[in-house]
């Protein structure tokens, strides 16, 4: 390569990005259609080989210029992705993103300002700051003084309600069910808490009754981490009776509603979360129900004071005079330094939408979610675990074993046709379908169910 690439950024940026676009979106288009389904065909040494044979050699001695490397790698990448805009790509909350959602996410990356100092990014921190108040605000109503920072998702925001926790009140002691997500238990270890209490309740929810006896039996400090959304069954724990509990014992109260805080968005399914706004601290995802690319993650907190332990000085990025003059001061709103504006696409999102456009987007989802199981249920080969809450489904041929639910699943992998999960539930493994495609049609549902059945009887 001779002539050096163009940058993406300044007046001419748009004019140097316009052609890439077009090829990327060509590459893409194609390697869709080279894939033919939700998911490349062949197993894992076939998509291994495609991928090898597209980068490879990985930094030739000559380069082959911008748009064969492009189209060629894109292609390939777009050929053995597993396609979340498919319907019958349904294994893990692992949304179809919005267009509209993603294209603002292109313009952050061109722009690349990083949240860490408010002279790298000017605009975008006044934009996170405001939008994060507003979230704040529907997640924790009635607060005085709510606030929210921005997270790569679930994991890193259950570590801020530990941490936090954890910074008021030392060596704390955390209760959680015991199908709470993994990293609950990640974040204890990462910050040198003691291994958490799990709860005994049905299908690893967290059962009041127990919980009370816990934090009698437990002296404090304690934490308690609630659930709204389970990853496995899509369970939310009762949270107004646990909330009760925790007002009861004087202990603090994180919910992990990753999954299930998009059913704010929706007059009809918010009740599901009542009791969600007694919570100290709540991880909320958007790019599970809310449809935004990766990542999107919020973590809420009913008193900002709360983030006060975040606070950090370095010289040259919030030099104490700088503070003073007023200059915004970044570094206490993540644990992260170089950041994106993640905030960017959320906000275009709420904008272009509103409450009415996202409460259409979550009722749709829901709604596909409820008529696949009872489609399911009008299937007497097949067996439904229960009606769902939130887009999962939990469903298995009746009569069948665990290895063979197991086989049937990884059978559909390798024919690329669907892309389903797995959990337990009952003590039995289910085929999960996590349905966050709000365009799903009941035929798009029958065909899903029909692979499953004729995988059964392969």
Known sequence: MTTPPPLAGGTAGPDALRPLIDLVLGALREGAADRGGPFPPGGPDTVAAVTRRAVEPVLPDHGTGTGEALHRLVRAVAYGAADPADPRCAAHL??????????????????????????????ASELERTVCAVLAAEVHPGAESPDALVTTGGTESNQLGLLTARERHGAIQVLCGAGAHHS?????????????????????????????????????????????GSTDTGRIDPLPAIADICARHRTELHIDASYGGGLLFSPTHRTALAGLERADSVALDLHKIGWQPVAAGLFTVADRARLAPLGLTADYLNADDDTEAGLPDLLGRSLRTTRRPDILKVAVTLGALGRDGLAALVDRTVGVARLFAELVERRPPLELWERPTLPTVLFRPVGATDERVATIRRDLLTDGSAVLGRARADGRLWLKATLLNPYATPGDLEKLIDLVEGSTHR
């Open 184 to 228: 609950v238990r990640r974040a204890a270890w990462l910050l040198g808490l003691p291994e958490p209490v799990a709860v005994p309740g049905a299908d690893g929810g967290l059962d009041p009754g127990a919980l009370d006896e816990a934090l009698t039996e437990l002296p404090g400090p304690r934490l308690v981490v609630a659930t709204a």
């Open 94 to 123: 692992h949304t179809p993103p919005l267009a509209l959602a993603v294209a603002a996410d292109l313009a952050a990356a061109a722009l690349n300002p990083s949240l860490d100092s408010w002279d790298q990014a000017p605009a």
